[in-house]
């Protein structure tokens, strides 16, 4: 069956330019997760989605990083006023619950370049 | 504040033997632990993962061993092969149903012929 996609795959933006990058979950999966990595580091979380219902935006590193669900399927991760700290691979991730034992998996990511 | 630690960033193996890959964490909540494997380009892949009930865990030739009192886990790979050249990431998560995932800064295998 279908992963995890993610589209653009690549993104190359001016600072100060707003993007969006979008993320479509495996087919049923109730949870999703964005997450950022930087160069050299392990991935980052920025918020999670049970259904339509954002439940934890606590990594969301601005005001400028705006996330939403409206359907509980798809998921559009924005972020308003780029800057070059914001150039990395921003992953999503669907479980088909949130319960501990649950496999997070992740989708191949899209790669942001702010110049 | 690293919650979970990989202190090795890279690691050599020939083909054939054991590779050990270590990851620290110091979040007593944490009870849940995972491994993933990643390729260039890739998303990262769920391999293998351990609840902190158990001490291992095994999975063909993937094995987890948990440490709960030194806050040490552990992976083996054995034999290794050619096709396990990855970046292995170290993920844990809290207790009860949390959400996020705590990463490592992964280590970077090679498995060389």
């Known amino acids: 069956g279908a992963g995890v996609s993610q589209s653009p795959r690549y993104k190359v933006a001016k600072r100060g330019q707003d993007v969006a990058l979008r993320c479509d979950p495996i087919?049923?999966?109730?949870?999703l997760f964005w997450y950022q990595q930087a160069l050299g580091q392990g991935p980052e979380f920025l918020t999670y989605?049970?259904?339509?219902?954002?439940?934890?935006k606590s990594g969301l590193p601005s005001d400028r990083f705006f996330a939403e669900r409206p359907e509980g399927s798809v998921s559009t991760l924005k972020i308003q006023r780029t800057q070059q700290e914001d150039s990395a691979v921003y992953l999503c991730?669907?479980?088909?619950?949130?319960?501990?034992?649950?496999?997070?998996?992740f989708g191949p990511g899209t790669r942001l370049l702010v110049l | 504040d690293q919650q979970v630690k990989q202190n090795s960033p890279s690691l050599s193996v020939q083909e054939g033997r054991i590779s050990i890959l270590n990851c620290d964490y110091t979040?007593?909540?944490?009870?849940?632990f995972l491994w993933y494997k990643k390729y260039p380009a890739e998303g990262p892949t769920f391999l293998i993962s351990?609840?902190?009930?158990?001490d291992k865990n095994e999975d063909g030739r993937f094995t987890v061993f948990l440490n709960k009192s030194a806050k040490h886990l552990s992976l083996h790979i054995v034999p290794s092969q050619p096709g396990d050249s990855a970046v292995y990431f170290c993920?844990?998560?809290?207790?009860?149903?949390?959400?996020?995932?705590?990463f490592g800064t992964g280590t970077r295998l090679q498995v060389t012929l």
């Open positions: 989605f049970q259904n339509e219902a954002q439940l934890d």
């Open positions: 991730a669907s479980s088909l619950a949130n319960r501990v034992g649950e496999t997070q998996y």
């Open positions: 087919s049923g999966h109730v949870s």
């Open positions: 351990i609840s902190s009930i158990k």
């Open positions: 979040n007593s909540m944490f009870d849940y």
């Open positions: 993920a844990a998560k809290g207790t009860g149903t949390a959400s996020k995932l705590t």
